[in-house]
């Protein structure tokens, strides 16, 4: 036979307590005096009893659950990001509700709206694009947003990335500086800002040196597509000397194509940098030269501007940060580089 669940009305008779004190002493935040909370927490232990968050949910309106909604994780650098967004929000009191969606409106609406029948106090997305009919449906919710590692031209939306325009233009310059006459991109998927900013200040600053790109291409932050521009691009007698490649998770795959079907030596035949520092760049089978984009930054500014929202504030947040160029072996150091 199953047992009946405790509730808090059997905690109140045992601990000879009203009800509302029991729901006091279990409401994070709420006070309690100290005899009502020993007597309710010990008669709590003695019945098994466990509070329910959906039915404080819909007394307070607050379920005190965010949903993180994420469209792919193939990338290494959104399982790190994950767990670290949910480890810093579960140590904020919050539980997290983790949610996979292909980027595309038809895939993500879905989503959001079982996020808001789960009654979430907020939402973070990360990799993925908010259109706008999906922003008017958290707004007229009153569930605020936080766009992670994307951007949004949206003054409604909070949004956190790394720095990705400078980013660009630290890996223009270091690649000039390293005498590289020949320079290509293989970019990041160009309807995210995160490729399209990439690509914007590596282009840009190419061209303070006199310079363009002998081919700018869109990967799609895609491997395999990022392997065939490779190709393309290699398989040529005027091929590239130096790449710059819009995430990580693409550069690897640049990487095995070169040395690996084409025979070209990294860095003697060809320098590639990429994006992200995921943990493989530093293997020696790689030894990746890339940006890295500081996650545990970006995560605690996230956690700060969602919880911010929810506690009342009306301003969103847009926060750029900086992230370091970490020399490795797979591009030819320049002497005396500075970022």
């Given at each position: 036979?199953?047992?009946?669940?405790?509730?808090?009305?059997?905690?109140?008779?045992?601990?000879?307590?009203?009800?509302?004190?029991?729901?006091?002493?279990?409401?994070?935040?709420?006070?309690?005096s100290p005899r009502p909370s020993?007597?309710?927490?010990?008669?709590?232990?003695?019945?098994?009893?466990?509070?329910?968050?959906?039915?404080?949910?819909?007394?307070?309106?607050?379920?005190?659950?965010?949903?993180?909604?994420?469209?792919?994780?193939?990338?290494?650098?959104?399982?790190?990001?994950?767990?670290?967004?949910?480890?810093?929000?579960?140590?904020?009191?919050?539980?997290?509700?983790?949610?996979?969606?292909?980027?595309?409106?038809?895939?993500?609406a879905p989503v959001m709206e079982?996020?808001?029948?789960?009654?979430?106090?907020?939402?973070?997305?990360?990799?993925?694009?908010?259109?706008?009919?999906?922003?008017?449906?958290?707004?007229?919710?009153?569930?605020?947003?936080?766009?992670?590692?994307?951007?949004?031209?949206?003054?409604?939306?909070?949004?956190?990335?790394?720095?990705?325009?400078?980013?660009?233009?630290?890996v223009a310059n270091y690649l000039?500086?390293?005498?590289?006459?020949?320079?290509?991109?293989?970019?990041?998927?160009?309807?995210?800002?995160?490729?399209?900013?990439?690509?914007?200040?590596?282009?840009?600053?190419?061209?303070?040196?006199?310079?363009?790109?002998?081919?700018?291409?869109?990967?799609?932050?895609?491997?395999?597509?990022?392997?065939?521009?490779?190709?393309?691009?290699?398989?040529?007698?005027?091929?590239?000397?130096?790449?710059?490649?819009?995430?990580?998770?693409?550069?690897?795959?640049?990487?095995?194509?070169?040395?690996?079907?084409?025979?070209?030596?990294?860095?003697?035949?060809?320098?590639?940098?990429?994006?992200?520092?995921?943990?493989?760049?530093?293997?020696?089978?790689?030894?990746?030269?890339?940006?890295?984009?500081?996650?545990?930054?970006?995560?605690?500014?996230?956690?700060?501007?969602?919880?911010?929202?929810?506690?009342?504030?009306?301003?969103?947040?847009?926060?750029?940060?900086?992230?370091?160029?970490?020399?490795?072996?797979?591009?030819?150091?320049?002497?005396?580089?500075?970022?």
């Amino acid at each position: 036979m199953m047992k009946d669940k405790v509730t808090s009305i059997d905690v109140a008779r045992r601990a000879g307590v009203s009800q509302s004190a029991v729901s006091r002493v279990f409401t994070p935040g709420a006070s309690a005096s100290p005899r009502p909370s020993r007597r309710s927490t010990k008669a709590a232990e003695e019945l098994g009893y466990r509070p329910n968050p959906i039915a404080r949910a819909m007394i307070t309106g607050k379920s005190r659950i965010i949903g993180l909604v994420v469209a792919y994780l193939d990338n290494q650098f959104y399982p790190i990001a994950l767990e670290r967004l949910s480890r810093s929000l579960q140590a904020r009191g919050y539980h997290v509700l983790i949610f996979l969606a292909e980027n595309a409106t038809a895939e993500v609406a879905p989503v959001m709206e079982e996020l808001i029948a789960y009654q979430v106090d907020g939402i973070v997305t990360a990799s993925v694009t908010m259109t706008n009919d999906l922003t008017n449906l958290c707004e007229a919710a009153g569930i605020p947003v936080v766009m992670f590692n994307r951007g949004q031209d949206d003054p409604r939306l909070s949004e956190v990335t790394s720095d990705n325009v400078a980013g660009g233009r630290t890996v223009a310059n270091y690649l000039v500086a390293g005498g590289h006459e020949r320079i290509a991109h293989i970019a990041g998927l160009q309807e995210a800002s995160t490729g399209r900013d990439r690509a914007r200040g590596f282009v840009e600053a190419l061209a303070d040196h006199g310079r363009t790109p002998v081919a700018v291409v869109d990967g799609r932050y895609d491997r395999d597509i990022a392997s065939a521009l490779t190709r393309e691009l290699f398989g040529a007698a005027d091929r590239p000397d130096a790449v710059f490649v819009g995430n990580d998770h693409m550069a690897l795959a640049v990487m095995d194509t070169l040395r690996f079907e084409l025979g070209l030596s990294v860095p003697d035949d060809v320098s590639v940098v990429g994006y992200d520092d995921v943990p493989i760049a530093s293997w020696a089978a790689y030894d990746l030269t890339t940006i890295r984009q500081p996650v545990n930054r970006m995560v605690d500014a996230t956690v700060d501007a969602l919880l911010s929202r929810i506690e009342g504030d009306t301003e969103p947040r847009h926060i750029l940060i900086p992230g370091p160029l970490i020399q490795r072996g797979s591009a030819r150091k320049p002497k005396g580089f500075k970022t």
